[in-house]
């Protein structure tokens, strides 16, 4: 066991992977001796060389496309994005090629790429260095999406994503980079890439986020079991495909859900969340799916981001309205 | 209101007439011109050789009539012509090694034709049955790209991988490898292009961007994408680019030929422009008497990469009527087997559409697979019942 | 009155502009003497010239990034991108910059750049032409999404939308190009850009559709009819901001809710109207929205679009599920 | 596994010693250096001008040191530092006229100046209460743009704009107008920056793209974007490019004024690639220490942009002690009055973030505004009941 926080375990993650398959490549800007803007990939290109650890040209459609290549040629491209507002570059590249790849060839062509993605608020940054554009992802057929939400997680996900044969959208919370957890390297993972998780059992409300609003959720779990409320708490891990069972088994068992992400409320995540939901859970629904998300409006300035991001209270607020129902 | 445009900061974008930067080999008339740059990478090519590349071109141009024909036929629901353009993909497709990996653009049937892939497979995705019905790996022939531009960053990528196997520079005509992306005139101007220029620059990878320079983007002239010639937008990224006669087989082959030694040799990207003409419409949708004059083709008619390569062999004494009837003939069973296979391609079964989205199937997806399926046997079940 | 057809009736509502305001600029690929590849510009540069009917480079995200800067210096550009599957290229200035200028300059600038797009399959074509990306605009705050269905709503609410200080993303239904209809010129619009329309009144369940699928949506409402079932059929035209209030008392009345588009499921604009729906009619719906939509795979090939695409009778069974519940 | 990176094709990206390609004006121990071409560009230059130059250098330093210690106090989130820019920013910011347009980065804080943007404005986007404060319609100068690249784009497309008001090539000094785009060496490997080359090239745009080559991308190195001079790039595309000494403000006068008169003019787009040197951090949230070496700290040292104009101006008698002492006493005026600034830009209100989403606020979006409203009067509240 080791302490780690969710940053330095991705970049344990990242390590294994490329101990236990030469093809495994780093790319980016800025991964090689800076080892990323958050030190994801601290210490690689030292240990791998310059070859496998990448500094790439300032261009994201470069990266992805070339990645796309060096993926035909039989290497498993792992990709950085900077930073979440800094991926559009890539979308053509993402959307049109990595995500089609293996369909249009008739599954004769497969794309193993990892595209990291740190993403969201709460770190008082300027502007397009706090976004959550994992709903464009996930509305795109051919990715799988995935969000980490802790150090255990993140540990064990980087390696099943790398270890994928399709491509792979990993989205990292910048906030919770610095969050602390006990990884047991010599273990396994416990769960596939693709399951969710309850992390906290409950029976008056089901509550589902991702990434960086996990822990933000358990921490109104706990501010809602003193009022003796029970929340269930749902960490959905995979965005893409959904894990859908265990979201209905939970709804089905507490009859109100309330769905959490720091994304733009339309289109974000939860409306398919909450869509999915009551077409599968309609008779067992008290309220109606309720949605406790960012606004709909740009990421705003630092100083008010504050009141842009769901956060406790707000988590409470939701699961108030849903059980007012 | 009218706009200052100026003057053009450099010379115009076409060579003039006797360009010499231009590579040509062989003229219109069929005469061999000397170069002494290029002649020493074409002095193997024997008259035999020269037969050869006369079949393929016949060939090449042959599935391409035959694909229009196809598709005015209503058994293809569109077909990107090569017409024009056979010199160009027939001198660059013969350049190439077993090894080394080709990303073409969706015009390219000529360099299918000379990889080997079997040119029924080419109708798939104009018909509508598959997005590319040939194994790539097969014969490094990639996918065709629709996307105008993208394949040349998967082709820098891959070229990346060619140095990171050690098949570069080693000396061994086996090992080292190449790469070759194509991409046409206004593809130039997307960034996708000049951002795979900047990582094969830096990376010194080794592939080969082919241009071929027909003149035209959809209705777009040249000039609508550059104002100076398209080979020398490689220097401004530190590789060499030359000017090639695309409609001369002969210096096609040895211009590529030396770009593709180049990148094997660990010498890096060369930029060739393949200086040519669309003789056709953009595609079988499209109408050319709206944005080009009749003239124009006339003029490009007299270049045409077929009838030098004739009037060469006829000169030289190289080939006789009947190696000429020979191959028209071959070219008549060719277009009779590509009307056979293409009637014969089988349409895609229904709930194929969810096969290969992923290696694995997920679990909505089989949800929504099954749905379809049902849906589907409700109406087989009605059908019965009435 | 002139009889139109939907491309035609987009062609006359650019010119109307364009003879309005000389500052309303037509630019993007092969718009000039061909007239585009769907001759939605036919004419337009012959008779306003090669300065505001502008065939420009073959590249997308220059189109849009000029645009702006057109935008900023006073003008009114309508970027045309050829199909669908070509905006990609074009994300990062769509999302990054032209959604969010208004806003981070803090209202002092505007950005009245129209971006029309040719969406939609079935129309037999190779793959990235048959597209249906309107969701990841949806999901972006800062842009004025809309999709026209008809002649009439072709001619005017183009002409809305350029008068519109909002970049406005203006989605054509391709295979609705040669629909006809009687289109008053000199009339007005009778309705606000942003306002949905009950296309067909009635009282069994709510049909929402948006362009291409409206027809769709109105066919099977004609054969609904025949059984003596009465479907209302409300058109949304705008994608961003949704009409509610329309959707609300309509779905309040019929209790049943099915939403059609051509775009994947996950995430495409149905599971917004089905979250919303649900949110604010909650009481009323005596079943979970239905959504019949693309399946949530790459776009197939042409021959086997069909089965991809919601038709009459798939929209029909979409129904019947809503009442049998 | 080995990479064969073999030779680069061309030269290195970085100027020898004493390159006749890099245009410099004035030398680093302060002596002016005669150039045949440029001369003429600055033969108005006064001693006053000179002064007044120092004086921008001087002041834009301090906002930036000023800027760097607000962030370490806490006051700002962040801060891009121009330390070591002053000589590119304040040389091609006196070039402009009162009607050219500004496409700024993040880092153009001495053009700010030049323009007359107040400071204090510019920390509002890196303390997090605005996105940029200032009107971009006052002095013609945008908003900074993150987004590496992007701004290019956007200054070719005003550059189009002006072309169509009929306001270049007319002879009215203050009538044509040119825009200039600034961007770095990291940027020049993005496609929209390529984009923004052939735009401008076929549309022969008054556009000047202002390069400041700082060497540095975060922690790359230029070699990771370019293997040879980023000024070449510009023929590629049909297009002049120089290179200036970017810590010579005379030299980046000179300069700048030629390609915004070509500009003005109707001759088209031109790329300066100012060389200088990032002496600090990329921003404050960077560690140089883990990726470059001191030495080279040292070695740029000595071509600091303010010393050499001082050394100018002391060795011409142009200036005294008096004229030094003034400025550094204006300079701590300054930043005194920026710290004021910085401590008094009002937080925004909550409920703004739902301001200027559109033109008019939609339904939805006033629902979720009056949501957020009662969300927080339910506090408001409780915290007046309890
Ligand atoms: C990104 C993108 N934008 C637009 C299109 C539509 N389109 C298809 S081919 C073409 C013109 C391509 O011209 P060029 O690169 O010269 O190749 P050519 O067709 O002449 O061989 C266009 C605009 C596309 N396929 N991809
Ligand atoms: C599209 C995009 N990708 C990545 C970043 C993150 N980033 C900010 S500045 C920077 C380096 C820019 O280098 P350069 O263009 O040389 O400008 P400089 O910072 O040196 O002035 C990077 C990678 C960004 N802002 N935008
Ligand atoms: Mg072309
Ligand atoms: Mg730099």
Redesign the interface.
């Known amino acids: 066991m080791t302490t780690m926080a969710l940053g330095k375990a991705i970049n344990a993650g990242l390590r294994r992977a490329m101990e236990r398959d030469a093809h495994v490549l780093v790319m980016g800007e800025d991964v090689g001796k800076l080892g990323g803007v958050f030190r994801v990939t601290d210490g690689l290109q030292k240990d791998f060389g310059e070859d496998r650890v990448i500094d790439t040209p300032l261009a994201e459609s470069g990266i992805v496309g070339t990645a796309v290549g060096l993926a035909l040629r039989g290497y498993r491209p792992v990709c950085e994005i900077q930073f979440d507002g800094f991926i559009f570059p890539a979308t053509d590249q993402i959307i049109s090629q990595v995500a089609k790849m293996h369909f249009r060839s008739g599954g004769r062509l497969r794309l193993p790429v990892v595209i990291r993605v740190p993403f969201g608020g709460g770190i008082g940054a300027v502007e397009h260095h706090s976004e959550s554009p994992e709903a464009y992802f996930v509305h795109t057929p051919g990715l799988k999406v995935v969000a980490v939400s802790n150090p255990v997680d993140a540990y064990w996900m980087i390696q099943q994503a790398i270890e994928l044969d399709d491509p792979v959208l990993f989205f990292e919370p910048k906030r919770r980079y610095w969050d602390k957890a006990e990884v047991d390297e010599d273990g396994s993972a416990d769960l596939s890439l693709a399951a969710a998780r309850v992390v906290q059992a409950g029976t008056d409300a089901t509550v589902v986020a991702y990434g960086p609003m996990v822990r933000t959720c358990l921490d109104a779990a706990a501010a809602a079991g003193d009022e003796s409320r029970s929340l269930e708490v749902i960490d959905l891990r995979s965005l893409s495909p959904l894990d859908l069972p265990i979201l209905y088994e939970s709804v089905r068992k507490t009859g109100r859900c309330i769905v959490v992400h720091e994304a733009p409320r339309t289109l974000g995540g939860g409306a398919e969340v909450a869509a999915r939901v009551t077409e599968e859970c309609f008779y067992s629904l008290e309220a109606p799916v309720i949605r406790v998300t960012g606004f709909d409006t740009p990421y705003p300035p630092a100083r008010v981001e504050e009141e842009y991001l769901p956060d406790l209270d707000r988590v409470l607020d939701g699961v108030d309205r849903a059980l007012a129902y | ?10 010379g115009d ?1 076409r060579p003039a007439g006797d360009d010499p930067e231009l590579v040509q080999l062989l003229t219109p008339e069929g005469e061999r011109r000397p170069n002494a740059e290029y002649d020493p990478l074409v002095a193997d090519v024997t008259d035999d050789d020269v037969r050869g590349f006369y079949r393929d071109l016949v060939l090449a141009r042959r599935i391409d009539t035959e694909a229009v024909a196809l598709q005015r036929h209503g058994e293809l ?2 077909w990107a012509s090569l017409l024009g353009q056979e010199g160009a993909q027939v001198g660059s497709g013969r350049a190439l090694r077993r090894q080394d990996h080709v990303f073409p653009t ?1 015009r390219e049937h000529g360099v299918a034709w000379c990889r080997g892939v079997e040119p029924g497979l080419l109708l ?10 040939w ?3 097969e014969q490094n022939f ?2 065709y ?4 531009g ?1 394949q ?15 098949a ?2 080693t000396g061994d005509p086996d090992r080292d490898t190449a790469v070759i992306a194509y991409f046409g005139d ?7 292009v ?3 220029f ?2 094969a ?4 990878a080794p592939v080969v961007f082919f241009c071929q320079n027909n003149q035209w ?4 002239p040249l ?6 010639p398209l080979y ?9 680019g030359v000017r090639v006669d695309g409609n001369d087989v002969l210096a096609c082959l040895a211009v590529t030929r030396a770009a593709l030694q180049r990148a094997r ?5 060369t930029l060739v422009e393949a200086y040519t003409y669309r003789m056709g419409a953009h595609t079988t ?2 109408d050319p008497t ?2 080009r004059l009749a003239a124009d083709l006339e003029h490009w008619k007299l270049k045409d990469p077929i009838e030098r390569v004739k009037a060469y062999l006829t000169r030289s004494g190289g080939a006789d009527h009947q190696f000429f009837d020979a191959v028209d003939a071959e070219a008549e069973r060719l277009a009779d087997h590509l009307r056979t296979f293409c009637r014969e391609l089988p ?4 709930t ?8 694995e199937p ?4 089989v949800e ?1 697979r099954d749905e ?1 399926a049902a ?2 046997e ?2 087989a079940a009605e059908e019965v019942r009435s």
């Open positions: 209101m009218t706009v200052e445009t100026g003057t053009p900061a450099a974008a629901g569109l969706y798939g995705l104009f018909r509508g049955v598959d997005q590319g019905g194994d790539p790996l990639h996918l790209t629709i996307v105008v993208a040349t960053l998967h082709a820098t990528g891959y070229a990346m991988g060619i140095q990171r196997d050690g570069v520079g206004g593809a130039s101007s997307q960034g996708d000049n951002e795979a900047i990582w620059a830096v990376n010194n983007a959809i209705s777009e000039e609508r994408q550059t104002r100076v020398r937008r490689a220097a401004g990224f530190g590789f060499p040799d660990g010498e890096g990207p949708t499209d709206r944005y349409d895609p079964a229904p194929s559409i969810f096969d290969h989205v992923y290696v997920t679990p909505p997806l929504q379809l849906y589907l409700s109406f």
